[in-house]
């Protein structure tokens, strides 16, 4: 029974189970994306430096592994990106406003990047909010599916990925969060909220728990 654990080390029930993927899309990912298509090219190789090198070594590759095991395992797979409802971005959030974030509805900088495409029948959430939970209905659908634990990835990890650990936690999933698939834009924010968010989440890496999924 949920209500009388008394830790979150609890390994994974492929079938109460589920790997969300935060805001791995173009708008986010890409040189040429809308967060970063005004940025000049010292910013990009020394302010976001660490966090493009960390994406394309360690983030990225870490995320394909993950998909293509949960797939294997045959867990359900879900995305959730940055996209508004509408073009002009009338129904975003104050704080995406403010932020000056807009990825208009349909727009390529809304799509999940292609290293992880999303299958034909795996669900996609667009959301105008920092916490997936805010502004999509994921809450309903996981309880719709079955899903108690709920594994995270993506970015970044001290933003959108720390929103959705405390929401879900608060809502009474189980989270795991997977820190070496997940990005921010310096490795000292990365720690930090690893070490905030540390309770609210068991912690664990993608080879520890593809094995502990079943996977090779």
Known sequence: MADLLTTREIPLNPKESALLFIDVQNFCVRRDGGEFKDVSEADITGKYGYYFNRLKSVAIPNMQRLQAAFRTADIEVLYTTIES???????????????????????????????IAPGEDEIVLPKSSS???????????????????????????DQCVESAVRDA?????LVTLV???CATY???RH??????????CRQVSTEPLIKEIGGA
């Open 186 to 188: 310096s490795q000292e």
């Open 169 to 173: 936690c608060d809502l009474g999933y």
């Open 85 to 115: 409802l509408t073009r002009d971005g009338r129904d975003r959030s104050l704080d995406y406003k403010i932020s000056g974030f807009n990825v208009p509805k349909g727009s390529w900088d809304g799509r999940v990047i292609d290293e």
């Open 191 to 200: 720690d930090n909220t690893l070490r905030a968010i540390k309770g609210y």
């Open 179 to 181: 820190p070496d698939a």
């Open 131 to 157: 916490s997936v939970f805010v502004s999509t209905h994921i809450d309903y659908l996981l309880r719709n599916l079955g899903i108690k634990q709920l594994v995270l990835c993506g970015l970044v990890t």
